[in-house]
């Protein structure tokens, strides 16, 4: 069961990815690497946030947990199209473009997991409504 919600939560991931990384560098456009830029930061932040979410919730399974984590963020974040464009820039002569890219992508992406972990335990800790202390 886990094996196949990785699956088919990845091809779901992988879609989104592909369709936002065509968006992004069709509302930038220009030669920088904003697709792989905007899905990596959205894949942070969801990830930063699923976690913590996940954590407060006992009860969801593991199936569930994998596939949405592992599957889906998996399929739609990805480290191999950041070093590859990395690996082009530079060839293109472009290595300040290239260390830019990979510094913004590296603490904009752990700022952002940051901050989604974040509001996850903010939103975790609230009480039910009608759960107050009177």
Known sequence: MKTLAVGLFGICGAM???LIGLWAQDWWAS????GTLTANFLGCLFLGWFSGWAASIPNMPAWLRLGIGTGFVGAFTTFSALSME???LVQD???GVALLYVLISLFGGLA???IGHGISRRYARRPAKGDEPR
Do not use: D, K
């Open 16 to 18: 989104l990815r592909y």
């Open 93 to 95: 002569g472009q290595l």
């Open 31 to 34: 030669p920088f690497p904003f």
């Open 86 to 88: 990395s690996v082009t």
């Open 112 to 114: 952002l997991a940051w």
